[in-house]
């Protein structure tokens, strides 16, 4: 069995180098092939000697997902879904914006959380993926895009782990392939421009403080235990005073001096003034338990098995405004990709479910949450 490249980052390729009795330079410019050309054929490699190039071509390869399908909305985003094996498949977007261009890249298959606003969850969790899974998607991506668009320039200036799956839980495949797209001989993507998202997974948020600080996003959704604890179950272990604690730990070591609180708008769920209210007092410096962050309010993109619906567009700007007029930066998330379920909470994916989700999720809709009247 060959080994894959595309699960290295520099120094484990370094290493696997120096095993076949090359010095680390190769390694270098081996790595530089694969991520920054999109090489996939030792053979063009050039610069390589002959007598590595032979090596490699008996004992590793550069291979990438198998593309399923692709779809490109009408605002020029596109998803890919990609086959993963075993009858499980994943998806990534790719949102391109005036000023930059943002790959939304998944880290497993499924999602053990099981939050109720997102299909990830609903549709279950199979495994988490390899780092070279992981990069494979940035990898196809960069390189697909170039092609199309006829340009040698890099095309994705930023990635984020939103896509299918919890990253803090896949942790030891997750760091690697952020490290690759550090890497200035890989993407070379700022330490601000690679976000990962967690529902907040506090030991590992921790870890990843200390080991590859990130942009970190916060999945919050609520401003409460109670009704935190039935919007993403994760709250049950790690509630919110714990996460607001690991939050202020990590902006220690953060690129950016802010952390980002997601937060799904749902109807008569977690929309009303005074769960704004609630919000301020939690983040706000002045009541002794503050965080700097910022908000990222999110319209809920409805599907049939959530049992919930989007919240008006006057009500999530109305709720933005308090907010803002308390002094905490908002932005309301503009909806992208919705026609080809691109979306944010929308990536499903195709997913052999190990953890029983859909009876889990039924058994979880009969606590009704009522709208505030």
């Known amino acids: 069995m060959t080994t894959n490249l595309l699960d290295f980052d520099l ?44 090596k490699l071509q008996a004992c590793a390869r550069i291979e990438g997902l198998p593309v399923i399908s692709e779809h490109v909305s009408t605002d020029g985003t596109i998803k890919w879904l990609f086959d993963v094996g075993d009858g499980n498949a994943v998806e990534s977007v790719f949102i391109p914006e005036d000023d930059r261009g943002t790959l939304c890249i998944s880290s497993q298959a499924g999602c053990a959380v099981g939050c109720r606003f997102c299909s990830t969850g609903h549709q279950g969790f199979s495994r988490n993926l390899t780092s070279g899974e992981i990069v494979a998607q940035l990898w196809f991506a960069e390189h697909a895009l170039r092609a199309r668009l006829q340009t040698s320039e890099r095309v994705i200036s930023n990635v984020v782990m939103m896509g299918m799956g919890e990253p803090l839980q896949n942790y030891a495949a997750l760091v690697p392939a952020l490290r690759v797209m550090l890497d200035d001989h890989g993407y070379g993507l700022s330490r601000r421009r690679v976000t990962v998202s967690t529902s907040g997974v506090v030991p590992m948020m921790d870890r990843l403080a200390q080991d590859c600080p990130v942009a970190l996003a916060v999945s919050l959704h609520a401003p409460n235990d109670a009704l935190r604890d039935n919007l993403v179950p994760l709250n049950k272990k790690y509630p919110i005073q714990e996460l607001l604690e690991a939050c202020n730990r990590y902006l220690e070591h953060a690129p950016r001096d802010f952390i980002t609180f997601e937060y799904c708008m749902l109807d008569g769920v977690n929309d009303q003034p005074e769960h ?57 998330r503009k909806t992208r990709g919705d026609d080809i379920d691109a979306a944010c909470g929308q990536l499903a994916g195709d997913v052999k479910d190990r953890t029983r989700a859909a009876e889990r999720m039924a058994k979880q809709r009969t606590i009704v949450l009522k709208p505030i009247t």
């Open 276 to 332: 704004a209210q609630q919000l301020i007092e939690l983040v706000q410096p002045a009541r002794g338990r503050g965080v700097h962050c910022k908000f990222n309010l999110i319209p809920f993109n409805p599907f049939p098995a959530s049992g919930l619906t989007r919240s008006p567009q006057n009500r999530v700007m109305a709720f933005a405004k308090l907010l803002s007029d308390a002094g905490i930066v908002t932005t309301v």
């Open 11 to 54: 120094d484990a390729l370094i290493a696997y180098c120096e095993r076949l009795g090359e010095k680390r330079f190769r390694a270098t410019q081996l790595f530089r092939w694969i991520h920054q050309r999109g090489a996939k054929d030792f053979v063009a490699m050039t610069d390589l000697a002959k007598s590595l190039r032979d």
